[in-house]
Nanobody, 125 residues
Framework: QVQLVESGGGLVQAGGSLRLSCAAS????????SGWFRQAPGKEREFVASIVWSSGMTLYADSVKGRFTISRDYAKKTVSLQMNSLKPEDTAVYFCAARLEYGSSPYQMGAYDYWGPGTQVTVSS
């Protein structure tokens, strides 16, 4: 079993930055893809970014392109999300997710095997 735990959330002013991290524990963690999703109050959970561990290939939602950067650290077995130029509409609970084996549909929640409990990000105007 794999457990994912996010950290780094908090309150920041518009235009500021935050860096989220997702650490894995449990069985040997060797994912094929990791992703970040977010869920704002009253809205559905939505895709933010993903990364393929072996190639480093990244995908981003249009709403965060150019502002967010996803990265992975093999040694620490962590995946991070650097968020710059934050906007009030980025306010949400952010979740990390992992898929162990090769697969498509990185934008869909069902494509991931494990999820963290989430971390709150609040951007004030």
């Amino acid at each position: 079993q794999v457990q994912l735990v996010e950290s780094g959330g908090g309150l920041v002013q518009a235009g500021g930055s935050l860096r989220l991290s997702c650490a894995a524990s449990g069985r040997t963690f060797s994912p094929w893809r990791s992703g970040w999703f977010r869920q704002a109050p009253g809205k559905e959970r939505e895709f933010v970014a993903s990364i393929v561990w072996s190639s480093g290939m990244t995908l981003y939602a249009d709403s965060v392109k150019g502002r967010f950067t996803i990265s992975r650290d093999y040694a620490k077995k962590t995946v991070s999300l650097q968020m710059n130029s934050l906007k009030p509409e980025d306010t949400a609970v952010y979740f990390c997710a992992a898929r162990l084996e090769y697969g498509s549909s990185p934008y869909q929640m069902g494509a991931y095997d494990y999820w963290g409990p989430g971390t709150q990000v609040t951007v004030s105007s």
